[in-house]
């Protein structure tokens, strides 16, 4: 049994690394509903390391790992909102091109 000390020292350790959906919400610039409904909607979707009344702690490279391989955001963290390619990329590519003629 880790003593209260042990315990300590070990969540210091990764606490970086620990997070809650708020912090999942910021790190990608979205709602926290988002973040709710990607544990409710995705069975793949990691499982938390820390659950209690409705409050869960994940672990951010999980996360991310998670969020990377769906394909949810482009290369430069614009919001795919399912679509395969960027909107937001896109448009700005065919500005530099009209700018370029
Ligand atoms: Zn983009």
Same mark, same amino acid.
């Given at each position: 049994m880790a003593t209260a000390t042990e315990i300590r020292r070990d969540l210091e350790k990764y606490a970086e690394q620990l997070v809650f959906a708020a912090d999942i919400a910021n790190r990608y610039g979205i709602s926290e509903a988002r973040v709710t409904n990607w544990k409710r909607r995705h069975d793949d979707y990691p499982v938390p390391v820390f659950s209690r009344s409705m409050r869960n702690i994940w672990i951010l490279s999980e996360i991310e790992d998670w969020v990377s391989a769906k394909g949810i955001? #482009?290369?430069?963290?614009?919001?795919?909102? @399912? @679509? *395969? *390619? #960027?909107s937001t990329c896109n448009y700005y590519k065919a500005i530099r091109r009209e700018s370029v003629i």
């Open positions: 955001f #482009c290369e430069n963290g614009h919001d795919l909102k @399912r @679509r *395969s *390619s #960027c």
